[in-house]
């Protein structure tokens, strides 16, 4: 099965767990099973947000599904005032961004006040010292994330004010990101440290390299660079490759290789860093994690840092999503020769547009099947549409989220343009 098929089966296995109400549609978690996550119907990590993403790139290959992700918008319009939770993956913030995309997509200017009101009201609820008191992408990071976004999408200049004054807070940090691995829900020990994208060091030095490339502001960049040197000194490198454990110290030799907590997502940090600088350090950092990645063996086989998942959170999908991103970047064809095996493997996993998988590896037969973004098949589904682009040359823009670093119109695929005569 193509990647473009699989994506299309995503698509109309997510249409049958639609619920539509009068504020609009939304969708269940795990359409006819259990899912992984208690369901947030609004949310983008597993939720009507990151569907409605999903469904604003599948209406490229089948118009009917801009029907699907207004009638979801329509929803996200009408529930954001609901939203106790300021964040980007689960709450508030990511709502911003779905609402931003789907006005741009659909032309529809009412979806795009409505996340002007929802960015309003973010920043609103910004207090003295943000808004959770976590700096990492799953707190304060990815929430400024999703304001730099609006401020850009929507045209609100104070939107962009209040995320730099909350990026200047999080870079008077020594490490920026270094946090303590106190709360349950990460299974941590209480004195462990993530290096990590979603809630470690690395996820906190990416937004402060994003605010130095919107501001110019040096001390961004000098907090940044002391949280991609804490990365360094934690990795492991070994040649040309370098892995990063998942905690240290303790978990100094578990190596995910996913977005959340392993090389994906450590990548992007790199690779933003030399977005903004042009530094070749970073560049190289980069490619040692990526090398790291294509000679683990994986997808075809599994480690202790690469389970029996597939989404974009932990799994195949933010592979994917790397690799299509690298390339767009650099138009270096073994990494797109990479996504296409990946995509392969994803594309040939699935059963009728869902992707079993053991979501959290340490409950292992604790298998689920989910709708969602960042956990399931829309975003598995907006990888492989990714890559089917990569594969075609495909101008069309992509919808990234706004922790990806990469081109939203590869820029490989420019360079595959005939030139003028």
Request: hydrophobic share 45%; with cysteine.
């Amino acid at each position: 099965m193509s990647p473009i098929e699989a994506a299309v089966q995503a698509g109309r296995w997510i249409r049958s767990a639609a619920v539509d109400d009068a504020r609009g549609r939304h969708w269940l978690a795990g359409a006819g099973g259990a899912a992984a996550l208690p369901h947030r119907p609004a949310s983008l990590y597993s939720g009507a947000a990151g569907i409605v993403l999903f469904f604003l790139e599948l209406a490229a290959v089948d118009a009917s599904y801009l029907d699907d992700a207004a009638r979801g918008a329509r929803y996200l319009s009408a529930v954001w005032p609901e939203q106790g939770d300021p964040t980007l993956h689960d709450g508030l913030a990511g709502i911003v961004f779905a609402l931003a995309e789907a006005g741009w997509a659909t032309g529809d200017d009412s979806f795009s006040l409505a996340a002007a009101d929802a960015a309003d009201e973010l920043v609103r609820r910004a207090g003295p010292t943000g808004w959770t008191g976590d700096p990492a992408q799953r707190g304060d990071g990815g929430i400024v994330l999703a304001l730099l976004h609006a401020s850009a999408i929507l045209g609100v200049s104070a939107y962009e004010r209040v995320a730099v004054e909350a990026g200047l807070r999080i870079a008077r940090a020594p490490v920026p990101g270094h946090r303590f691995g106190a709360e349950p829900s990460q299974d941590l020990p209480v004195d462990a440290v993530s290096p990590g994208f979603l809630s470690g060091t690395s996820g906190t030095a990416f937004l402060l390299a994003r605010l130095y490339g919107v501001t110019g502001e040096r001390s961004f960049l000098t907090a940044a660079q002391r949280g991609a040197a804490f990365v360094k000194a934690v990795s492991e490198v070994s040649g040309s490759c370098a892995l990063v454990p998942h905690h240290v110290p303790q978990g100094r030799h578990l190596h995910y290789l996913g977005f959340c907590s392993g090389s994906a997502g450590v990548a992007r940090m790199f690779h933003e860093l030399h977005r903004v600088t042009g530094d070749a350090a970073d560049l190289e950092w980069v490619e040692r994690l990526a090398h790291g990645i294509m000679t683990s063996g994986v997808p075809g086989r599994a480690t202790d840092g690469f389970w029996d998942v597939k989404c974009q959170c932990c799994g195949a999908a933010g592979l994917v999503e790397l690799f299509v991103g690298l390339w767009a970047a650099s138009g270096r064809e073994p990494y797109l020769d990479f996504a296409r095996t990946l995509g392969r493997h994803l594309a040939a996993a699935g059963e009728d547009g869902r992707w079993r998988q053991a979501y959290r590896r340490l409950r292992p037969a604790e298998i689920t099947a989910d709708t969602g973004y960042m956990v399931g098949s829309a975003g598995i589904g907006a990888a492989l549409l990714h890559l089917d682009a990569a594969e075609r040359g495909d101008l069309r823009r992509l919808i990234l989220l706004p922790d990806n670093p990469f081109p939203a119109i590869p820029a490989a695929s420019l360079r595959r343009l005939p030139s003028d005569p």
